[in-house]
């Protein structure tokens, strides 16, 4: 019995230290855990780059649908500025590629001018408009000048010869842009009714001369122009002093970010400029051959010439008009004629003015219409004309290119050259339905 006894307390005694051994185990585990947090907790208070690195915040799907709302209008926000800022960095060369043109039919005579006897003009004087205008436009006035120089300038003193004559009411005053110089012209494009019936061109620059120009090409169906200034007429400052706007390439202006209006609204020769933002919907014109879109802004200003400028600098618009508020051409729809213009290359021309078939189209005419371009007008003695091709019919391919509108039918001829041939596929109704034509056409050289 008492064996028994002694066996059973040397197991009980053996579990005890067993026991104990693992409670020291358990412990000196608990020690060393915390002993190993309070090492990470001073390590994230001096370093924040490993807490972001360990504990990183919400992912994207948990972020509240507030805080991506604040996120995005501080992005906005951000945006804003940023082009504010750019526009205004980028304004100085703005005004430089604005000129103001004076058309006239008085007679004058040119002669020298000493620039060192000028009178240095001050530039952007802040004048507000009328306040019935809204609160955001501030139409800046720019008075154009010179630094002094000993170089004799050949252009007119704008206050001696062209002020008396714009006093008297014998001249138009409008905004010109300069596109592109080469060796022997600068190139400016303008409305070509706002020097229509003139003899007489003058191009004032930035230096505040004005200098001869003359009428180069024009399309009265789009109302554009360019003129140029005889390169050699300019002195090497005045050269150096111009600035040359680049078309943008963007088929869209921005309605979020602030472009720059820049012109003569008020039929003097000071240069006004004003910002704003484009409102992001257009009106579609329709012309000879092509389409144009014109865009509306908040600019609240009454004007017939003058140009818009994107914050990068570049031309976005051509200013058509506007009752009270500047409305504008976008400058890329016409990005490619201009310059066939001022490389003087013939732009091929059909013919025809037409519209979209569309289920509005169909419903108003009660007659199930192909999907093409609905020729609306054919110009006499056209090409297409010539062809055969009638009001009435529609266009649905020209050569491979499928029609479906002005805007294809201008993209497809913006590629022809003038004299080359057209297969055009069309449809023309006879009694119930449709019967398609094949015509070719020798395109011409766009009448101006």
Do not use: W
């Amino acid at each position: 019995m008492n064996e028994y006894s002694h066996v059973k307390e040397t197991i009980i005694d053996e579990r005890k230290i067993r026991q104990q051994k693992y409670l020291l185990i358990a412990v000196i585990i608990l020690a060393v855990t915390a002993l190993l947090v309070a090492t990470a907790a001073l390590l994230l208070l001096h370093d924040p780059n490993l807490k972001e690195r360990y504990f990183p915040g919400p992912d994207e799907d948990e972020t509240t649908e507030e805080e991506t709302e604040e996120t995005t209008s501080e992005c906005v926000e951000t945006d804003v500025v940023d082009a504010n800022t750019r526009l205004n960095n980028n304004r100085e060369e703005i005004l430089k590629s604005v000129v103001t043109l004076f058309a006239t039919n008085a007679e004058q005579e040119t002669y020298a001018n000493d620039v060192s006897q000028s009178t240095q003009k001050e530039a952007d004087v802040t004048e507000s408009v009328d306040e019935s205008t809204a609160d955001y436009t501030d139409v800046t006035k720019i008075t154009k000048g010179d630094t002094s120089s000993d170089e004799m300038e050949t252009g007119i003193d704008t206050e001696s010869y062209l002020d008396s004559i714009i006093s008297l009411g014998e001249g138009d005053i409008s905004s010109g842009v300069i596109l592109n110089t080469d060796n022997n012209y600068v190139y400016v494009l303008c409305l070509y009714s706002t020097i229509k019936g003139n003899e007489h061109i003058y191009a004032i620059l930035s230096n505040g001369y004005a200098y001869e120009a003359e009428l180069y090409k024009r399309d009265t169906y789009t109302d554009v122009a360019i003129v140029t200034i005889d390169i050699n007429d300019l002195s090497d400052e005045a050269a150096f002093g111009i600035s040359v706007a680049a078309i943008s390439k963007s088929a869209e202006v921005s309605s979020t970010d602030p472009i720059l209006y820049v012109g003569n609204p008020f039929s003097d020769t000071v240069t006004y400029d004003s910002v704003g933002f484009a409102s992001g919907s257009y009106a579609y014109v329709s012309t000879l051959d092509m389409v144009y879109r014109v865009v509306r802004t908040n600019i609240f200003i009454s004007a017939d010439n003058g140009f818009l400028f994107d914050s990068y600098g570049e031309l976005v618009g051509i200013v058509n008009g506007g009752d009270s508020i500047i409305e504008a051409i976008v400058a890329n729809d016409l990005q490619l004629f201009v310059n066939k213009l001022i490389k003087d290359e013939d732009v091929a021309v059909l013919g025809v003015y037409g519209e979209l078939v569309d289920d509005e189209m169909r419903t108003l005419s009660g007659l199930d219409l192909p999907s093409g371009l609905y020729v609306t007008t054919v110009l006499r003695n056209s090409p297409a004309y010539g062809a055969g091709i009638q009001p009435g019919d529609i266009i649905v391919k020209v050569g491979d290119n499928t029609i479906t509108n002005m805007i294809t039918l201008k993209t497809c001829l913006q590629n022809v050259a003038a004299g080359d041939k057209l297969v055009i596929t069309l449809k023309r109704q006879t009694g119930d339905g449709f019967n398609t034509y094949t015509v070719t056409v020798s395109t011409e050289s766009r009448p101006n």
